[in-house]
């Protein structure tokens, strides 16, 4: 059964970087899509960044894009999401998911089928 972990959260002052990690297990497949999606609090979760694993394309919110990277290991079992110059803003739960490959990406959470457990972000001076 497919699972996936985050971990690499934490407490940060603005404008610095943390990375996080997406350790996943279970796939049956190599061709699938994994995410990365935020939920502040009183806000609904929102996506953050995808990535495709047939032909490495990704997929960046606006308010995130030129700060964040998705990344994957050659081994295709971790997942990463570089995230630089932190701002107040990008306080909230992250959370990885994964989908089985479809040709257009999405950031929308309802495209997502398996889901980590989250790790806490907080950027805070």
């Known amino acids: 059964q497919l699972q996936l972990v985050e971990s690499g959260g934490g407490l940060v002052q603005p404008g610095r970087s943390l990375r996080l990690s997406c350790a996943a297990s279970?796939?049956?497949?190599?061709?699938?899509?994994i995410g990365w999606f935020r939920q502040a609090p009183g806000k609904e979760r929102e996506g953050v960044s995808c990535?495709?694993?047939?032909?490495?394309?990704?997929v960046y919110a606006d308010s995130v894009r030129g700060r964040f990277t998705i990344s994957r290991d050659n081994a295709g079992t971790t997942a990463y999401l570089q995230m630089n110059s932190l701002k107040p803003e990008d306080t909230g739960i992250y959370y990885c998911?994964?989908?089985?490959?479809?040709?257009?990406?999405?950031?929308?959470?309802?495209?997502?089928?398996?889901w980590g457990q989250g790790t806490q972000v907080t950027v805070s001076s």
């Open positions: 990535l495709s694993t047939v032909d490495h394309s990704t």
């Open positions: 279970g796939f049956t497949s190599d061709r699938y899509i």
């Open positions: 998911a994964a989908d089985p490959w479809r040709l257009a990406l999405s950031l929308d959470p309802e495209d997502f089928r398996r």
